[in-house]
């Protein structure tokens, strides 16, 4: 396989690992959202945000894509009055996850689009080699 070709592909995948591993955490994200702690004390789930970051593979000289960390997202807690909630403080408010669904779901989409087109980079060049090596046998 030519290096362009394998380059293509190496980075390809390394969009599609990345990509995969940020929708992860947003899953996980909207699955905390509800979420309390067990006691007024306790904090609740803290929104999750992937960190990413260009890695030079030295082999080829490419630009890969990597998650490199997860680091929470320091933004304050929703308060909700619940008075007879058991997390609830001595005002009666329990404090709930910093994750607006909208925004989980608004970044997954975005994550998806970007899934699919290091997919279709991947299929494009499959497509090409198939029709190259097609015509290096006629």
Do not use: I, W
């Given at each position: 396989m030519p290096d362009n070709v394998s380059e293509t592909l190496q980075i390809a995948a390394a969009g599609l690992r990345a990509q995969s591993s940020r929708m992860r955490i947003i899953a996980e994200n909207l699955a905390n959202a509800s979420s309390t702690g067990r006691t007024p004390e306790e904090d609740p789930y803290r929104r999750q945000m992937p960190i990413f970051r260009a890695e030079l593979d030295r082999a080829t000289?490419?630009?890969?894509?990597?998650?490199?960390?997860?680091?929470?997202?320091?933004?304050?807690?929703?308060?909700?009055?619940?008075?007879?909630?058991?997390?609830?403080?001595?005002?009666?408010?329990?404090?709930?996850?910093?994750?607006?669904?909208?925004?989980?779901?608004?970044?997954?989409?975005?994550?998806?689009?970007?899934?699919?087109?290091?997919?279709?980079?991947v299929e494009g060049t499959r497509r090409m080699m198939e029709r190259t090596l097609d015509l290096l046998r006629r």
């Open positions: 000289g490419a630009q890969l894509v990597r998650m490199n960390d997860v680091r929470p997202d320091e933004s304050e807690f929703r308060l909700v009055h619940e008075p007879g909630h058991p997390a609830a403080n001595a005002d009666g408010y329990v404090r709930y996850p910093n994750v607006s669904s909208l925004v989980e779901l608004m970044d997954m989409r975005e994550a998806q689009r970007s899934y699919e087109a290091n997919m279709n980079m």
